[in-house]
């Protein structure tokens, strides 16, 4: 990896992951509500549940702690 490449550092718990930023675009502005159809809205919330769910599930289990609209990465607005 090259070393002057910019990159974004993720911490989860205690574990730093650097991310090339070309994979990851950080907005300051939030969408719009008039934009976020309300399928992909839904499909938001289920990817959350079941990321929360496995985290959960995992010995011993992981608490998030900060569960907030900031701290979710979304990889794609296709609802489907």
Known sequence: ???NEESVQIDVNGVTFTVPSEYIKITKTPLPDSEIPWRL???????????????????????????????VFLMSTDPD
């Open 1 to 3: 990896s090259d070393p």
């Open 41 to 71: 809205r839904i499909r938001i919330c289920q990817d959350i549940a079941s990321g929360v769910q496995y985290l959960h599930s995992l010995i011993p289990p992981i608490v998030h702690r900060d569960l907030r609209s900031p701290n």
